[in-house]
């Protein structure tokens, strides 16, 4: 019981919680279709607030505090964008990176070495390609994608950032993602019964936010794990490509559906964490 009360996380874990719960209640029973599509990033904004016990000021100042401006404006921008509707949805998920690499980089990108400019270019890929990866999972047809797939995705690609941003030494960013994915798989509850879509304010939103930590300890503090990030970027693809693999009657149940999607999302977990522990020094040991 100590453990749970005296938790550092668990003051950001109660908050996402309850604003999943309260955002899930909202997109089912008022029926409000906004509800769903903003719940994730809300809840990262929320996760946010509740870690650094703040909203950071604007214009912002330092790393951590452009990550919530991140995701805000990657979320404000994908949903205008998309009543647009003259941009393709891979193409958003690409800007969502650029932004969050160029603003969380803007002081390295003054003067760059060549290996910037690499570490820069690669970045903006890896995070596209997940943003991408994580939106593709909304758009898929069932039982390959859906909303709650998308949802179980962005819990899973959140708690495989976790311990690299530990590793990165963004202690406060471990609680951002466990906020983050506890909220989104309560959220990809409700998506399961609901069975609907979200647009991509919903993933590209959220996942901007967490792209621009990992951005973070990429580029700041030049303690990222490219072996590890690389990883993250690929996992929302081994979603679709678990529920192929699946034999059509099980196919046919959507739950089976979800719970395999998700979890081939978050496979790439005991692999990134025996990575960082044969690269890099242990940060919870002596």
């Given amino acids: 019981m100590d453990l749970i ?3 550092p996380f668990a003051p950001v ?3 996402c919680l ?3 719960l309260i955002l899930a209640g909202a997109a089912r029973f008022a029926k409000l279709r906004l509800a769903a599509t903003l719940a994730p990033p809300v809840i990262f904004l929320v996760g946010y607030v509740a870690t650094y016990q703040k909203i950071p000021p604007f214009p912002p100042v330092g790393a951590s505090n452009k990550v919530f401006y991140v995701a805000l404006v990657a979320t404000l921008g994908a949903a205008a964008l998309d009543v647009v509707g003259r941009f393709r949805r891979s193409v958003l998920a690409g800007a969502s ?3 969050a690499a160029v603003w969380i980089g803007w002081t390295k990108l003054a ?5 910037t400019l690499v570490l820069f270019a690669a ?6 390609l997940a943003l991408w990866g994580l939106d593709r999972l909304a758009t898929l047809s069932a039982p390959f994608g859906s909303g709650a797939n998308a949802l179980a995705g962005l819990a899973a690609v959140s708690a495989l950032s ?10 406060t960013g471990v609680g951002l993602c466990l906020g983050l994915a506890a909220g989104a798989a309560v959220l990809s509850v409700e998506a399961l019964g609901a069975r609907r879509g979200l ?6 939103g959220a996942g901007g936010g967490l792209v621009a930590a990992l951005d973070t300890i990429a580029l700041v503090t030049r303690r990222a794990d490219p072996f590890a990030m690389a990883l993250i970027a690929l996992a929302p693809f081994l979603g679709p490509w678990a529920v192929r693999l699946l034999s059509p009657a099980l196919r046919k149940r959507p739950a089976v559906a979800w719970i395999v999607s998700g979890l081939a999302v978050l496979s790439p977990l005991p692999v990134i964490v025996a990575l960082l522990l044969l690269r890099h020094d242990n940060p919870l040991g002596s």
């Fill in 5 to 7: 009360v005296n938790n």
């Fill in 13 to 15: 874990l109660a908050a």
């Fill in 18 to 20: 309850a604003a999943a």
């Fill in 97 to 99: 990176s650029l932004l």
């Fill in 111 to 115: 003067n760059p070495d060549a290996a």
């Fill in 123 to 128: 970045l903006v890929v890896g995070g596209g």
């Fill in 162 to 171: 976790a311990p690299t941003l530990l590793f990165g030494g963004s202690s």
């Fill in 199 to 204: 647009q991509p304010a919903a993933m590209l």
